[in-house]
């Protein structure tokens, strides 16, 4: 039997770690807008907090699916990035019973998470035909295309949202975090 000359590297995993959290990953996550809002109010209702940033991850993993949720929470990526937001806004007319759908897109230029929420007085966000105007926040930009394309006499009852970004990891640890917390999450516990 060959006598093995290659050297045992005790780090060969904590660099392969190191390897995986600087690559370039796609972190997404879905959820309904409705869903959110009324879970989050009531969990702030019963318990008496005003910040909504204090929810619980138990109560926040319930209702947002996917993996980006769980690196927002805690902070494991970089909030400075390219954000992809897509929602699919339902609307229904009581008096004919037709439902319409009318979709949205929003992808931005590197901009921090807050000022992807609240608006920028800095950022301006490409409108085609050579018009940049500041981006003035998710809920005001998403509101201004929602009523301007919502047929008159429907009523709003449902979107649905879909959070896409492609980023790395802070460090090997925050990578080594997430793969924990996705895998406790996968069996029904939040990390």
């Not at 009324?38 to 993996?67: C, F």
């Not at 981006?135 to 047929?151: C, F, M, V, Y």
Request: negative net charge; contains cysteine.
């Amino acid at each position: 039997m060959k006598k093995r000359t290659k050297k045992y590297n005790p780090h060969k995993r904590v660099q392969k770690l190191a390897s995986f959290a600087s690559q370039l990953h796609t972190l997404e996550m879905t959820f309904c807008v409705d869903e959110v809002n009324d879970r989050v109010d009531q969990w702030r209702e019963e318990n008496n907090i005003a910040e909504r940033e204090l929810t619980p991850k138990s109560v926040v993993y319930d209702v947002y699916h996917g993996d980006l949720i769980i690196c927002l929470k805690n902070l494991l990526i970089p909030l400075e990035q390219e954000w992809f937001l897509g929602i699919d806004s339902h609307f229904f007319n009581y008096e004919t019973e037709e439902v319409v759908t009318i979709p949205a897109q929003f992808t931005t230029p590197k901009m921090s998470f807050e000022e992807f929420r609240f608006g920028s007085e800095t950022i301006k966000i490409d409108r085609g035909n050579g018009l940049k105007t500041r981006w003035k926040g998710i809920n005001t930009e998403l509101n201004e295309i929602i009523e301007a394309d919502a047929p008159q006499g429907f009523e709003r009852i449902r979107s649905d949202a879909l959070f896409r970004v492609t980023t790395n990891f802070n460090s090997a640890e925050d990578y080594f975090y997430f793969k924990q917390a996705k895998s406790l999450r996968n069996l029904g516990e939040a990390a």
